[in-house]
């Protein structure tokens, strides 16, 4: 079954073409400026040059008709007739309470979708748009929706419920809900394949580390605790968002900014690496800048170092221990300095670390010492695949 995934934001959309039969990528792109001026595709077929063109693209429909018309194309495109595409599978950011895993799409999902947008006001609408296309250009091909929220809706109410009175969890589903956990996912089960034990039998910590951040508590291969909250804001200190914050803190910028939206601006766009260290939100230039001797580069990389040690320990304390911790994304997968500072000085819970075998970026490998009594990981992520595999099973299951 060949399956098309497809991450649609509000002004972009992301695609892979995959063959399911032997999980290969034939083809992928990006289309950028959706609705803007300047609006372009770049794609990629699996063994040639990417090939990009400006060309206008007034909506999302406009962009979803010519990915499928290029994944056709004789020279660029990779299937003969759109008769072979199996189906589409999409990232949805939020699937609230009501989407506990992925499902195969159909009218009262789209509703399910639409009902919560209020928690999810920017990305949701986005990921709508793309869905709604699809259905529109490819009316006889199933859809699926992959939600970033769902692999946390196993967490008990001790892990979700935030510390307010109860009636604005029951009439505001104020909660915690968690994201990336495709991701976390994906890479808690491959770190079981990989070491070739029963993800049941484990107690993992998966440390999902880009310019957004969260880590997980993965307990019997279920979500047992999460760091972002009910939206993405909480937990770490990341690119440009501020982490955990006393309420006090919002509370003395709301007084100070006088508005909602510039308090938001402020601890989502101007925080984090960013805001501590006045030089950048990519943690490659933080490091260079501390290493150079910049004092507030020096303490953002620090608070985020300890914030990841913070989680590990407390997760480990949460799930009664931990057996595997897994790094992965942008910084998890390339930041050799970063993943040896987290695991430095960790020997106290059975971490033994070892420098030469973390000596190395986006691969599969074990860089804990082989006598650690916790294994200590890198597996890359790869949503798109773990969103095509579940698209694939949910046709099937449905005998589409
Ligand atoms: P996103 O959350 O946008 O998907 P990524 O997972 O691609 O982001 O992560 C991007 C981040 O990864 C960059 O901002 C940078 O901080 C970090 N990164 C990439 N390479 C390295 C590296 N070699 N060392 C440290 N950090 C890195």
């Known amino acids: 079954m060949k399956i098309l995934v497809l991450n649609c934001g509000s002004s972009s959309l992301k695609y892979q073409l ?10 992928k792109g990006l289309v950028e400026r959706i609705g803007i001026e300047g609006s372009r595709i770049k794609h990629t077929k699996t063994g040639l040059d990417a090939v990009t063109r400006e060309v206008p693209f007034p909506d999302h429909s406009a962009a979803i008709k010519y990915v499928l018309d290029i994944l056709v194309d004789p020279e660029f495109g990779v299937l003969k007739s759109l008769d072979e595409l199996g189906a589409t599978g999409h990232r949805i950011v939020h699937g609230g309470e009501k989407f506990t895993k992925s499902v195969l799409v159909t009218p009262e999902v789209v509703k399910g979708i ?18 709604k296309a699809v259905m529109d250009v ?9 939600f970033d929220t769902a692999f946390h809706q196993t967490m008990p109410p001790k892990a979700y419920i935030y510390g307010i009175p109860y009636e604005y969890y029951e009439k505001d589903r104020i909660r915690r809900y968690g994201f990336h956990g495709t991701s976390h996912g994906y890479v808690a089960h491959r770190a079981a394949e990989i070491l070739g034990k029963d993800i049941k039998d484990l107690k993992i910590v998966t440390c999902h580390l880009g310019n957004g951040s969260s880590i997980t508590a993965v307990d019997g291969g279920k979500c047992v605790d999460t760091s972002m909250g009910m939206g993405t804001g909480e937990g770490l200190l990341m690119g440009t968002r501020s982490g955990n914050v006393d309420p006090l803190v919002m509370i003395t910028l709301m007084e100070k900014l006088g508005d909602a939206e510039k308090v938001s601006e402020v601890v989502h766009k101007k925080s984090g690496l960013l805001g501590v260290s006045g030089v950048s939100s990519d943690l490659r230039d933080v490091e260079e800048a501390a290493e150079k001797g910049c004092e507030r580069s020096k303490i953002a990389q620090d608070i985020l170092i300890t914030g990841v040690k913070k989680y590990i320990a407390s997760y480990a304390a949460e799930m009664g221990g931990v057996d595997v911790v897994v790094f992965t994304a942008g910084i998890g997968e390339n930041g050799i300095t970063f993943r040896e500072a987290v695991c430095k000085d960790m020997e106290f819970m059975g971490i033994k670390f070892d420098a030469e075998k973390n000596n190395c970026r986006g691969k599969e490998v074990v860089i804990s010492a082989p006598d650690s009594k916790v294994t200590v ?4 992520t790869d949503e798109e695949m773990a969103i095509a595999r579940d698209t694939k099973k949910c046709v099937e299951e449905a005998g589409k």
């Open 377 to 380: 990981m890198v597996v890359p």
């Open 18 to 27: 995959i063959d399911m039969d032997g999980e290969k990528v034939l083809a």
């Open 114 to 131: 639409e009902e919560v947008i209020p928690l999810a006001p920017l990305h949701n609408p986005a990921n709508l748009m793309g869905l």
């Open 138 to 146: 490819l009316p006889d091909k199933p859809n699926v929706v992959v």
